[in-house]
T-cell receptor
Framework: GAGVSQSPSNKVTEKGKDVELRCDPISGHTALYWYRQSLGQGLEFLIYFQGNSAPDKSGLPSDRFSAERTGGSVSTLTIQRTQQEDSAVYLC???????????????FGPGTRLTVL | AQSVTQLDSHVSVSEGTPVLLRCNYSSSYSPSLFWYVQHPNKGLQLLLKYTSAATLVKGINGFEAEFKKSETSFHLTKPSAHMSDAAEYFCVVTGTGGYQKVTFGTGTKLQVIP
């Protein structure tokens, strides 16, 4: 089946605008993760979904960032009033998310490259 | 609580020589450990994973890693580097509790010199 897909692949926006980034996980994967990767940096965890709920939002950098997931599938990451420091590649990953089962591999999407001018 | 430390941000080896990328972890639970690779302008790909079975784990492209609980380490090795191994490598730890929190290391960039 299809892997994790993300759209758009590239987004250029002006400072102060809102943006929405979309993630389509692998069908049947209940766990979904958002990460941010800035130039030359490692992966920064943003938020984790199990089904439609988000038990861990601890990585969201500010209240300008929010995310939702509907139907246990598609997720949208919204950044309001974008700032230049938000420029990064935003990666989404999904996994089977089976509780108490070890070794749930994450499958990553290709990412959305966000540039804030 | 859990954490991952990749001890080297950059590693440079000559083609045909061994590769060692170091990773230490801490975890309150019995951890699962992973190595992912990211080639330039490419997505993240799983190299191998440890899930409490055999402590020596073999992955793709000739890589392997050994889980050493006493040393809380999960170092990645390859006997002979190839030019195509040049990439960034991430060590990852997850728990096995009700919430499988995922923690990434900061990454190690591997340079392979011809």
């Amino acid at each position: 089946g299809a892997g994790v897909s993300q759209s758009p692949s590239n987004k250029v926006t002006e400072k102060g605008k809102d943006v929405e980034l979309r993630c389509d996980p692998i069908s049947g994967h209940t766990a979904l993760y958002w990460y941010r990767q800035s130039l030359g940096q490692g992966l920064e965890f943003l938020i984790y979904f199990q089904g439609n709920s988000a038990p861990d939002k601890s990585g969201l950098p500010s209240d300008r960032f929010s995310a939702e997931r509907t139907g246990g599938s598609v997720s949208t990451l919204t950044i309001q009033r974008t700032q230049q420091e938000d420029s990064a590649v935003y990666l989404c990953a999904s996994s089977l998310g089976i509780v108490r089962r070890a070794g749930n591999e994450q499958f990553f999407g290709p990412g959305t490259r966000l540039t804030v001018l | 609580a859990q954490s991952v430390t990749q001890l080297d941000s950059h590693v440079s080896v000559s083609e045909g020589t061994p590769v060692l990328l170091r990773c230490n972890y801490s975890s309150s639970y019995s951890p699962s450990l992973f190595w992912y690779v990211q080639h330039p302008n490419k997505g993240l790909q799983l190299l191998l994973k440890y899930t409490s079975a055999a402590t020596l784990v073999k992955g793709i492209n000739g890589f392997e890693a050994e889980f050493k609980k006493s040393e809380t380490s999960f170092h990645l090795t390859k006997p002979s580097a190839h030019m195509s191994d040049a990439a960034e490598y991430f060590c990852v730890v997850t728990g096995t509790g009700g919430y499988q929190k995922v923690t990434f290391g900061t990454g190690t960039k591997l340079q392979v010199i011809p």
